[in-house]
């Protein structure tokens, strides 16, 4: 099929497979090797997208990851990828590509009237603007800019790819395969470091893969590139990872790596992920990003066609594609020329080469004048026609007064053009390093490393073939020695050809243009133009931080690697001040535009969060119970009997628990073994109560502070033996309890002989709670005289649950007689279902956690983190009774005498009932003394808990208010929208108030 | 992702097998009821917050599950030395002069 601008031969494409591909529905042709970039040039398609804010026609302008225009959207699996590089994207055959930010087409695009009303949107228009009225932000404006500026559309489904995660670490880690990375490397591995060597493209070699114009040891560059590779392959102490783009330079030498693993594939493995994301630890780090080229800021430098030099020159070096059949090359320094020469060996037509030198280097001068290639020297573009393509350009001529002078009009289908190179200091900069200016190279490079790191190659400004090389082999030759110790004797290759060649320039060339009616772009994919930058300075934006957040500019994906120097100088030169005065913004992570998938990894859907569930899943499962999250663990709400909705399936179990027997699953309760001989002394010093004298066999209710005098967590603690204490927590908090236990334990009471230990997931606790408690349980017991008398409330007491060990607590959150059983966690299921089995033939019943909530609140007995929120005391919570007033120290003795805790005023736990018994408040409700108060007023306190109890036939509520405990039998309110409710104060027990249940 | 070194197992290892437990060296009076109100609250909520080198503590949570302390310095996230709990804060003259590279 024709690819009308393909070159006959050469480049490093497979001419033998041919590959089909789409761009906005339209079907093309390319090859394997190409990029969809290189494809659509071959194809003579420049024009590729919209600029983000004046719509403006956009083409190819790099060949790499800086690409700022050619965004495109990419089909897979029924839904679009937005925003990738159409320089990046390998070419496969069946790939479907969109364009961005159009409507209705590419080609006619309504959003371009914006150009025409530019002088609309100047530097800063956010600000100035959409101030006021400020209601229309919502409104008017952010939908308007939202539909009529910006990139991709997002994906309307959910990522269907897999990502990987990999941990790894090196003694030397080289981001970068040019020249310099590929010697460093090689350096590196041959003493027998283990190396990693990474690299954002398809393939290694860098600059080495367009290279037509030198050798290394007497060979095509790309050939030394070839036994490179393979040397480093067959090493058993090297990971080469290719498609990989060190994004990320954090502290301690950890270098995030994006691995694409699959992105070019027209059929990937459905097993691979799609990319991988390399944790990497370096000992060393050797950075070989390079340098890119500057765009040259001149009067409508943006048409389609016009690119960056070394970007045509790689199209056509490397991926055998003709930019254009007439091209004007416009440049600052020597590189570009071998850009012309390139395409004149091709037979394309170089209309001109344009340097903004006086004098241009006299060999190439030679060079251009052999192949009949005009040279205009102290020259300039100062602008270009054409509508979606370059069709001419404006030359004009430098005079020694500082004006220009036109020079006439120039046809040409493509433009090149360099302003010189600008090193990548992104990873540098990354890792904290302070860049350092150079005014000899005109550009700012890596200072001081604060990590063991070092530059190596054009990323530091060393240029040309053979520099490059040496830099390379040194720097990871002492990368390793430093990294490993190790060293070897390494033959050194040697190039020729490659020459680094001289000039460059910065910022907006002159023109002799109307400035105020012409655009000359900075920033191209955030529309900033010199005009925008200078305007941003006049109105008071001196330093380059304010500059960039009042233009945007070098806020686009790049982080402003094309744009920045540029605007730096015209920011200099407008203020009158060095660059250096100016600064330079600081590179941060990531380097390119990265996948949230690859952050995300596994840890999505299912793997977001460990799901923990008791022995009873399976049973609840089948049975139709319904769970409810608590912190990670799956707990049984409800169990719905047919026919039965949650609010009337837990008024039965409620019923039944009061009246006969429940079965409840308190495994999630968190469990902690204190052992040793000081661990009676370490529970005094830790909870409120006294614990020295509770006798083995015992058991009593725990409430923990801390060292402010706040309630943190509350549970049962029975003691098993003089040395022995088994600890409860709540399930939410039993990981900080135990830290805070061992954080106690290990840095302020080393003088104690304790050990703790997490039982948490040792055993499975059945709570079985009810009047008939007793006699339900007796059948399955051996070994423990259940009798009132002998096993007394508040008991614990080692026997067998169906011969197996168990640990039996007579204990009670519901206010009614009760055991907790705990059995290995092995025989979990056993238990449960044995208990499960026989509880519906007794008329009983399971219950959930909601029914277990209303039980215990019908009690007044407090949920940590529900009644309570970080500021209420013991005192605040009615608990008084729990606090060792004897003791010398505990956590939060001291804390609680602070004189705001025992000050007036305090809000208090109390018991609400509102006067309409069928009212159920909503917890969280504010609580108010005036039925209607006026707007800001405080409120007195808040629901904390609200339910309705089937044992009082009306609703109950639990809440925190102001001086509470003195208010009982005051009327207050909880104002809704509905209207103010009224409340009376009560007591925080409104069930079995004597507590006679309990002990039976 | 930092680098820390347990005293304990003698291992470096990635952060996320530590928890930072902040400022070190704030011990807890020991005779807390003859402690003011004012150097109560002082040992709760007061913390240096230094631009510098600190000393924090951390936990080995998924290792030894030992506690320790550091001295990192705030800017750079660099660490000069790590040392067992219960020792004395190392002075930055006493630390050799390669520490923390
Ligand atoms: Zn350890």
């Not at chain 1, 001109?352 to 040279?375: Q, S, Y």
């Not at chain 1, 009471?749 to 006699?775: F, H």
Request: glycine share 10%; proline share 5%; with cysteine.
């Amino acid at each position: 099929m024709s690819q009308p601008f393909r070159t006959e031969k050469g480049g490093r494409i497979d001419r033998g497979e041919e590959l089909t591909f789409t761009f906005d529905g339209e079907e093309f042709h390319g090859h394997k090797g190409d990029t969809l970039a290189s494809a659509l040039l071959a194809n003579g398609v420049h024009l590729v997208g919209r600029s983000f804010k004046y719509h403006r026609p956009r083409g190819i302008l790099s060949s790499g990851s800086e690409e700022p225009n050619a965004l495109v959207g990419i089909y897979r699996n029924g839904d679009q990828t937005p925003n990738l590089r159409a320089t990046q994207i390998e070419l496969y055959d069946g790939l479907e590509a969109i364009s961005q930010n159009r409507f209705p087409s590419l080609g006619f695009d309504v959003g371009a009237v914006n150009d025409l009303l530019s002088p609309l949107f100047p530097a800063g228009f956010y600000y100035k603007t959409f101030m006021w009225p400020k209601s229309f932000w919502d409104r008017v404006y952010e939908p308007i800019i939202r539909s009529a500026a910006g990139l991709g559309k997002p994906p309307r489904t959910p990522d269907q790819d897999t990502y990987a995660n990999q941990f790894a670490h090196c003694d030397v880690l080289v981001a970068g395969s040019g020249p310099s990375g590929l010697a460093a490397a090689l350096a590196a591995a041959e003493t027998g470091a283990r190396v990693i060597l990474c690299d954002e493209q398809a393939e290694c070699g860098g600059s080495l893969l367009s290279e037509s114009n030198a050798s290394i040891d007497g060979k095509d560059p790309a050939n030394w590139v070839h036994e490179t590779v393979a040397r480093l392959s067959s090493m058993e102490n090297v990971t080469l990872l290719p498609r990989t783009t060190a994004f990320g330079y954090f502290a301690h030498n950890f270098v995030a790596l994006a691995e694409r693993v699959t992105d070019h594939l027209a059929e990937p493995d459905s097993k691979l992920p799609r990319e991988r994301l390399w944790q990497v630890r370096a000992k060393e780090v050797v950075i070989a990003a390079g340098a890119i080229e500057r765009p040259m800021v001149f009067p409508e430098n943006d048409r389609p066609g016009i690119m960056l030099a070394d970007a045509g020159r790689t199209y056509l070096n490397r991926y055998g594609v003709k930019v254009g059949h007439k091209v004007l090359v416009a440049t600052a320094c020597d590189t570009a020329w071998q850009a012309a020469f390139d395409l004149a060996d091709h037979g394309v037509e170089v209309v001109a080469i344009v340097d903004v030198r006086e004098t241009p280097p006299d060999n190439l001068i030679a060079i251009a004048e052999a192949r009949g290639i005009r040279v205009e020297a102290g020259c300039v573009v100062t602008g270009t026609l054409g509508r979606k393509r370059i069709k001419s350009a404006l030359l004009g001529r430098l005079m020694t007064s500082g004006q220009v002078a036109s020079g006439g009009q120039i046809d040409c289908d493509a433009l090149l053009m360099s302003g010189g190179w600008t090193p990548t200091v992104s990873l540098y900069s990354q890792s904290r390093g302070k860049v350092v200016w150079a005014p000899e190279k005109g550009a700012f490079l890596p200072g001081i490393s604060v990590q063991k790191e070092r530059s190596t190659g054009a990323s530091k400004a060393v240029y040309g073939l053979q520099a490059c090389l040496e830099d390379g082999y040194a720097a990871g030759e002492a990368a390793a020695t430093a990294a490993s110790g190790k060293t070897a004797t390494i033959t050194y290759s040697s190039a020729y050809g490659g020459e680094a060649g001289s000039g460059g320039i910065l910022g907006a060339l002159p023109h002799d243009r109307n400035a105020s009616r012409v655009k000359a772009f900075v920033d191209y994919q955030n529309d900033v133009t010199a005009k925008d930058v200078k305007l941003a300075v006049r109105e008071g934006m001196h330093s380059i931080e304010h500059i960039k957040r009042y233009t945007t500019t070098g806020m686009a994906t790049d982080q402003g690697r094309l744009s920045n120097m540029n605007a730096l100088e015209i920011a200099s030169g407008t203020l009158d001040k060095p660059v250096t005065d100016v600064g330079l913004t600081t590179f941060r992570q990531p380097y390119t535009p990265t996948t949230f998938g690859l952050f995300a990894g596994i840890s999505r859907g299912d793997f977001f969060d460990a799901v923990r569930k008791t022995a009873s899943h399976e049973w609840v499962v089948q049975h139709g119970g319904v769970f409810e999250d608590v912190s990670q663990w799956k707990r049984a709400w409800y169990f719905p009997k047919p026919g039965e909705d949650m609010h009337a399936a837990v008024e039965r179990e409620c019923r039944t628990v009061r009246e006969s027997v429940g079965l409840f699953d308190a495994s999630t309760l968190g469990k902690i073994e204190v052992v040793g001989p000081d661990a009676a002394e370490f529970l005094e010093r830790m909870y409120t109560n006294p614990w020295k004298k509770l006798a083995p066999g015992r058991c009593r209710y725990g409430l923990l502070l801390n060292d402010a005098g706040f309630i943190v967590d509350d549970g049962v603690i029975g003691r098993l033996a003089e040395d022995r204490f088994h600890v409860t927590t709540t399930t939410g908090g039993a990981p900080n309890v135990l830290a805070t236990m061992e954080d106690y334990l290990q840095t302020e009471w080393s003088d104690l002989n304790v050990w703790l230990t997490s039982t948490t997931e040792q055993y499975s606790v059945a709570a079985v709670q009810g009047p008939k408690a007793r006699e339900f349980i007796a059948p399955f017991i051996e070994g423990i005289d259940l009798s009132a008398d002998a096993f007394p409330h508040m008991s614990v007491k080692e026997g067998t649950f169906c011969g197996v060990p168990c640990r039996l607590f007579r204990i009670s959150f519901t206010g009614e007689l009760g055991f907790e059983i705990n059995v290995s966690r092995r025989y979990g299921e056993m238990m449960w279902e044995t208990l499960a089995t026989e509880i519906e033939k007794r008329g009983g019943t399971p219950y959930g956690t909601e029914t277990m909530h209303v039980l215990r609140a019908e009690k007044g007995y407090i949920i940590v983190g529900q009644d309570t929120d970080g500021t209420v005391t013991p005192y605040d919570a009615g608990m008084g009774w729990a606090i060792g007033k004897k003791k010398f120290d505990f956590v939060g003795k001291r804390g609680l005498a602070r004189t705001d805790l025992v000050a007036d005023g305090r809000k208090q736990f109390v018991g609400l009932l509102t006067k309409d018994p069928k009212i159920r408040l909503e917890e969280g409700a504010q609580i108010t003394t005036s039925e209607n108060p006026a707007t800001g007023t405080a409120a007195e306190g808040h629901v904390t808990s609200s339910y309705y109890s089937a044992a009082l036939e009306r609703t109950i509520a639990l809440a925190i208010v102001k001086n509470g405990h003195a208010r009982e039998g005051q009327t207050l309110y909880v104002p809704m929208p509905e209207g103010s409710i009224p409340v009376e104060v009560t007591g925080t027990v409104f069930y079995d108030k004597e507590g006679a249940q309990l002990n039976v | 992702m930092l680098l820390i070194y347990c005293p304990y197992c003698q291992v470096e290892r990635a952060e996320v097998e530590f928890r930072c437990g902040g400022e070190a060296h704030i011990a807890r009076p020991s005779d807390p009821e003859k402690t003011t109100d004012e150097d109560w609250v002082e040992f709760l909520y007061m913390r240096a917050n230094t631009k510098g080198v600190i000393a924090e503590r951390w936990r080995h949570i998924h290792g030894c599950g030992r506690f320790f302390n550091a001295l990192r310095d705030t800017v750079s996230d660099n660490f000069l030395t790590f040392y067992k709990t219960g020792e004395p804060m190392p002075t930055l003259e006493t630390l050799p002069q390669e520490a923390g590279k």
